[in-house]
């Protein structure tokens, strides 16, 4: 059977001069995971917050969940561009990420401190990313992973200056 709603997602042999493509949609398919998880915990932080910080917490984790939303969206375009597919199922999320769901209760402080140390963790895995692509000419993901480190750094500093109050 053929038509319009038939078609199967395949991957696609790119040839752009970058090298080792599977090793860096590799790569970006662990930062998509991370990320997601991380637009998660942060959203339920940004739901669940209270006390006197609640005001600066919930919008500043609203700012950094819908960054880090349209980030997944052009990271998995990144992937598909170089003929891979993107992960596409909850378990494969959940199996590549490295971010950690805290446990217990956490105080407005304590979701800043943890929401810090999940951005940091992402940084550190697109400096690594960032490498990679730069060593097999993808100077387009090396630049996209310097752009998201910038970002998670930024936000990590914002959390743990917040963490502080």
């Known amino acids: ?28 398919a662990d930062v998509l995971a991370d990320t ?15 006390g006197p910080a609640f ?10 969940y819908e960054n880090m939303f349209t980030a997944a969206d052009t990271l998995a375009e990144r992937i598909r561009a170089l003929g891979h597919l993107a992960p596409s199922r909850m378990d494969e999320i959940l199996n590549r990420s490295k971010i950690q769901d805290a446990s217990g209760e956490l105080t407005a402080g304590g979701m800043a401190q943890d929401l810090a140390g999940s951005h940091e963790r992402i940084a550190l895995r697109l400096h690594a990313l960032a490498e990679l692509a ?12 310097t752009a998201r480190s910038a970002f998670h750094e930024q936000a990590a500093w914002m959390l743990r200056a917040l963490a502080k109050s």
Do not use: C
């Open 55 to 64: 005001y600066s917490m919930h919008k500043l984790t609203e700012e950094q």
């Open 1 to 28: 059977m053929t038509g319009p709603l038939t078609a199967v997602p395949s991957p696609d042999n790119v040839k752009t001069g970058v090298r080792d493509t599977s090793a860096i949609a590799g790569g970006l």
């Open 36 to 50: 997601y998880r991380l637009v998660f915990k942060t959203h339920a932080y940004h739901w669940n917050v209270e």
């Open 134 to 145: 730069g060593a097999r000419r993808d100077i387009v993901t090396e630049d996209m992973a």
